[in-house]
C-alpha cells in the first residue's frame, strides 16, 4: 500500500515556476514508478510526466517537454515536478500516482493509467494569462 499527498499547487502568471511535491507513506515506494498526471475541467485525465522506481529512466509528455522535470528521493518518500516556463493550457489538478506493481517497467507503459493503482487528492495548478 503507497498513501500519497500532493502539494504546491496554486495561481501563477504566464512563464513563471511551481514546484509540485508528493509525499508518500507506505513500504514500497521505493520500489514503483511514480507519475504525474493533469485534468483540467472537462478533459481526460492527461499523462504529464513518470519516473522509474529508481530514478533512471524518466518520461514526458511531449507538451511538457523541456519545461518540466520530474525527480524523486527514496530515502525521503517524495516525489517532485519542476514545472517551469508555465503557460495558461498548463492549468489543471495535478495528481501523483504510484505504480500498482515493482519493479520494471516497459517504457510505451508509462504513460498509461493502468499502471498506477495509487492516487493522491490532486493540488490545483493555475496559470494566469
Known amino acids: 500500500q503507497v498513501q500519497l499527498v500532493e502539494s504546491g499547487g496554486g495561481l501563477v502568471q504566464a512563464g513563471g515556476s511551481l514546484r509540485l511535491s508528493c509525499a508518500a507513506s507506505?513500504?514500497?515506494?521505493?520500489?514503483?514508478?511514480l507519475a504525474w498526471f493533469r485534468q483540467a475541467p472537462g478533459k481526460e485525465r492527461d499523462f504529464v510526466a513518470a519516473i522509474s522506481w529508481n530514478g533512471g529512466n524518466t518520461y514526458y509528455a511531449d507538451s511538457v517537454k523541456g519545461r518540466f522535470t520530474i525527480s524523486r528521493d527514496n530515502a525521503k518518500s517524495t516525489g517532485n515536478l519542476q514545472m517551469n516556463s508555465l503557460k495558461p493550457e498548463d492549468s489543471a489538478v495535478y495528481y501523483c500516482?504510484?505504480?500498482?506493481?515493482?519493479?520494471?517497467?516497459?517504457?510505451?507503459?508509462?504513460?498509461?493509467?493502468?499502471?498506477?493503482?495509487?492516487w493522491g487528492q490532486g493540488t490545483q495548478v493555475t496559470v494566469s494569462s
Open positions: 500516482a504510484a505504480a500498482r506493481n515493482s519493479g520494471y517497467i516497459i517504457g510505451s507503459l508509462y504513460s498509461s493509467r493502468l499502471i498506477y493503482g495509487y
Open positions: 507506505g513500504r514500497t515506494f521505493s520500489s514503483v514508478a
